[in-house]
């Protein structure tokens, strides 16, 4: 076997066998193929796409690329949840500790965010003293007092993943589908769960747009979890407009205090909710869907799940007296209120504007590695679909005087006031078959 036949069979159109898949990521893993051979194969993929049992082959050796995570001492059921991103979703957040109040453990590994949308890691560390780079060892150790571990990805883990990213990013081989199931599943497969909730999004600040490109994802997510033998459920959910009332590192920290606390926004907590209720039911904490939710959200009005929260900020290195003092959150220098135009209907219409601009204030990262600002945002003064008049406040920026010019731009262009609206269902779909 050898990294030229390999990739021409993908471009023959042929299907990769399972030795083959094997081979070239053992390989390239350990540098004996060098990088413009997976550049190669990465476009072949794109273009050619896999079918179904190949992409499963290519995704159990992209996990054998690495260590697996064993908490041999927990004895729960292990669940996590993914989402694909977007604008103001800190569900992980809230959901986490309520997931560990209700008798299920979460070892949670999380991204950090970068062009237009955010990431669990940065908003984590808004927390005062948090530490999201565990070791294994500090993991497990989290995992097994508090019933909850949140990190990063370490070099130990999937790294077929962390290579093959690096270059689709520099590459432009990121929206393919097999490349974002395979690349997101492998990392999660690592963790040994028992039961998975995947939230496919789809809108403008989706990572696909249009809802057919997301369907296509969630069914091939599904197929693909289920074949590895984790209990799955994919939904659909909207990211047309952003989730909440406040996207940015450290006001999103602060609404998922809120919710911890038995209010927040609604659509937050529905989220909450359901995909924890959902998770309950596949771990067998809950006869069914309506059970869960109701289970989840006595864990978010009783402070079990915020209780829960405290002991994860404590175990992780920060500072747990910012739940009840917020004014050791960051907090930014100045605000500015911007208000519409017009007459009309309020309605979100290029959600990715809206990420950009909190990247050019400074609370996203144009590259890797870049520092962000934990304390800059936008908070949403209206809801999508509201009627507005003109001159009435809609949005305010949190800021530091940093980007401020190319934020007022892209936020001018990521909402319309329209004659008429209405909103995009929050849930499209939920499929566990
Ligand atoms: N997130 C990932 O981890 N991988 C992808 O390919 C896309 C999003």
Same mark, same amino acid.
């Given at each position: 076997? %050898? ?9 023959? *159109? ?14 390239? /893993?350990?540098?004996? @193929? ?18 179904? #049992? ?25 669940? &996590?949840?993914?989402s694909t991103g977007g604008i103001g979703d800190k569900v ?12 299920? $453990?979460?070892?949670?590994?999380? *991204? ?5 949308t *955010? ?9 005062? #003293? ?49 490349? @974002? ?13 028992? $039961?998975? /909730?995947?939230d496919v999004k789809f809108g403008s600040g989706a990572f696909l747009v249009e809802r057919?490109r997301g369907a296509? +994802?969630a ?10 033998? /984790?209990?799955?459920?994919v939904f659909q959910t909207c990211m047309s407009r952003p989730l909440g009332r406040?996207a ?11 919710? +911890?606390? *038995?209010?927040?926004p609604s659509d937050l907590r529905e989220l909450v909710?359901l995909q ?6 596949? $771990? !067998?904490?809950?006869?069914? +869907? &309506? ?7 006595? $864990? ?11 002991? /994860? ?14 004014? +050791? ?13 017009? %007459?009309?209907?309020?309605a979100w219409a290029d959600l990715r504007?809206l990420g ?12 890797? #590695? ?10 949403f003064?209206?809801d999508d679909g509201?009627?507005?008049?003109? !001159? ?12 401020? &010019? ?15 609206h209405r909103p995009d269902p929050l849930v499209l779909t939920r499929?566990?078959?």
């Open positions: 076997m %050898d990294a030229r036949s390999i990739l021409r069979t993908k471009r023959d *159109g042929g299907v990769l066998a399972r030795e083959e898949s094997e081979f070239f990521l053992r390989e390239y /893993v350990a540098g004996r @193929i060098p990088e413009h051979f997976a550049s190669a194969l990465l476009a072949l993929i794109f273009v050619r796409g896999m079918e179904q #049992g190949e992409l499963a082959d290519w995704t159990r050796a992209m996990l054998d690329s690495g260590e697996r995570l064993a908490f041999p001492r927990v004895e729960l059921p292990k669940v &996590d949840k993914h992980s957040i809230p959901l986490t500790p309520a997931l560990a109040a209700c008798g299920v $453990a979460v070892p949670m590994i999380s *991204g950090r965010g970068l062009g237009h *955010g990431g669990t890691l940065d908003k984590l560390e808004a927390i005062p #003293g948090f530490r999201t780079q565990l070791s294994s060892v500090e993991f497990a150790r989290c995992l097994e007092t508090v019933g909850v571990a949140l990190g990063g990805q370490t070099p130990e883990l999937v790294p077929a993943d962390r290579k093959l990213y690096a270059l689709r990013d520099v590459t432009g081989l990121i929206e393919s589908i097999p490349l @974002i199931a395979s690349s997101i599943l492998s990392k999660k497969l690592a963790e040994g769960l028992d $039961a998975l /909730v995947l057919e296509e +994802l069914r091939t997510m599904l197929a693909l979890s289920q074949s590895m033998g /984790v209990r799955t459920t406040k940015g590192n450290a006001l999103e920290i602060e609404e998922s205090f809120d919710c +911890l606390e *038995g209010g927040g909710c924890g209720g959902e998770l309950l039911r596949l $771990a !067998g904490r809950a006869a069914d +869907l &309506d059970a869960g939710r109701a289970r989840i959200a006595r $864990a978010l009005d009783d402070g079990s799940a915020r209780a829960v929260f405290a002991r /994860v900020i404590e175990a992780q290195g920060g500072d747990p007296r910012c739940l009840d003092d917020r004014g +050791l959150l960051p907090h930014a220098r100045e605000r500015e209120r911007l208000t519409a135009p017009a %007459d009309g209907v309020f504007e950009l601009a909190i990247t050019a204030l400074g609370g996203g990262r144009k590259a890797l #590695g870049d520092p962000i600002d934990p304390a800059v945002g936008v908070e003064l209206v509201a009627r507005v008049r003109r !001159g009435e406040p809609v949005l305010e920026l949190h800021h530091s005087g940093i980007g401020l &010019d190319e934020a007022r731009r892209r936020i001018a262009a990521s909402f319309e006031v329209r004659a008429e499929s566990n078959a």
